[in-house]
């Protein structure tokens, strides 16, 4: 998953040779399709700018950054990387954080889809995480749940590996007024230890719970 992280970072202000893999195909809002080659990505510049949120193409590999051309997540659909194997596929959605307000809660950016159930999706993103003692910025992944028809993202884990964890404050947060079966189940599932591993080596498996209980 961290194989973007390292194709997609910040170009020069001298041109340098993008690889073909970097050749995205953009689905904007009016249904256009727009292509070219992935200049700046929208993993970086995190503490200045938004998260996951901004990102530039230019028409051929050897383009320089002054022929990039900007687009946000507030004006995609999707992101398809359709000379890389695999062909990562990103997404523009209303995902869910942990916010002082709900007002703030919900914010756009992208995500990329890793299993794809079509009316629902298992996604990821990298985002900030905190400081380091060393004062450099550090990236957690999230796993999401796709909601296609209501255009959400609920976290469902955090972080990779022996690290992760399942997330339930979130949902119940935000869903327990609009889908209270969802919730309930849900956070039945993954209080128990086994399902919660479970999920995090497979989070697909939540699918079955999502089209058994969400109204």
């Known amino acids: 998953m961290f194989l973007l992280c390292l194709i997609i970072g910040t170009l020069t202000t001298e041109a340098r040779k993008i690889a073909e893999e970097n050749f995205v195909e953009v689905t904007l809002n009016n249904g256009e ?6 200049c700046t990505g929208w993993n970086r510049n995190y503490m200045t700018q938004k998260p ?24 995609v659909v999707s992101i398809t990387f359709s000379k890389s194997d695999p062909q990562y596929r990103w997404e523009s959605h209303n995902v869910y954080h942990k916010a002082f ?26 985002q900030p995480d905190g400081i380091n003692r060393y004062n450099v910025p550090v990236d957690v992944v999230m796993y999401g749940l796709v909601v296609r028809e209501a ?43 086994k399902n919660s591993q479970a999920m995090i080596e497979n989070p697909a498996i939540i699918f079955e719970l999502f089209h058994k209980h969400w109204k």
């Open 101 to 126: 307000s709900d007002e703030n809660a919900l914010r756009r950016h992208l995500v990329c889809i890793e299993t794809d159930g079509k009316d629902v999706a298992i996604c990821w993103w990298n």
């Open 33 to 38: 399709t727009v292509s070219g080659y992935l």
């Open 151 to 193: 255009d959400i993202v609920l976290p469902i884990i955090k972080g990779s590996g022996k690290s992760a964890t399942t997330l339930t404050g979130l949902i119940e947060h935000h869903m327990k007024d609009a889908q209270p079966e969802f919730v309930e189940a849900y956070i039945n599932f993954v209080n128990d230890a």
């Open 52 to 75: 996951n949120y901004k990102f530039s193409i230019v028409p051929t590999p050897e383009s320089r950054k002054k022929e990039q051309v900007w687009y946000t997540a507030d004006e």
